[in-house]
């Protein structure tokens, strides 16, 4: 468990910041980038459950996303080591198969797409549209990271999986769909 009794420590106000085993790096690092692209996620998912208190099942969902966010970000800010003194957190292939898992039930009872959708709708579904892409971009650079240092596997899965989740959930909240915003290719010309 994690103690705080202080919040400022002034370590980073020289531009760096401590990784998960306590090396020290730019605040720009590519690995910090990517947490805290997560971290971004995480806020966004968190306004999306604004409007999701009336769905207990679906406001279930985004707290277990949610607590899943925050052990991306502890694996992305712990990089491999050989015999680390504390195993670190790792995301697992078991939380991905639980949100492929969530996907498929949430699948089942919408209608295909004919069309691209519109992030828009409802206020969780446009909050949810907003997170997704937060998640897509902490992707882009996960697997940027990877191309220069190791990350766990399951981790990029993940993010992979959860930009389709928050997608598919954002449908569902959007009465099954019934509610998307429908993208009209060339809709708007004269």
């Not at 919408?110 to 579904?125: D, H, Q, V």
Request: with cysteine.
């Amino acid at each position: 468990m994690v103690t705080l009794t202080r919040i400022y420590t002034r370590g980073g106000d020289r531009g760096e910041t401590s990784l998960g085993n306590g090396a020290r790096v730019p605040k720009h690092h590519l690995r910090v980038e990517a947490y805290g692209t997560v971290d971004e996620a995480n806020a966004a998912v968190g306004l999306a459950r604004l409007h999701t208190s009336g769905d207990p099942e679906s406001d279930a969902m985004l707290a277990r996303i949610q607590n899943d966010l925050f052990d991306l970000g502890a694996d992305l800010c712990t990089p491999e080591q050989a015999d680390p003194p504390y195993p670190p957190l790792r995301i697992t292939d078991g939380q991905v198969d639980r949100l492929e898992a969530e996907i498929d039930a949430m699948n089942a009872g919408l209608s295909p797409l004919k069309s691209f959708i519109l992030p828009g709708g409802t206020p969780a579904a446009a909050h949810l549209h907003m997170a997704r892409t937060v998640v897509r971009r902490a992707e882009r650079l996960m697997t940027h990271l990877a191309e220069h240092e190791a990350v766990t596997p399951a981790a990029i899965r993940y993010a992979n999986r959860l930009s389709d989740h928050l997608f598919v959930l954002g449908r569902r909240l959007n009465g099954n769909g019934a509610g998307d915003v429908l993208w009209v290719p060339g809709g708007t010309r004269r």
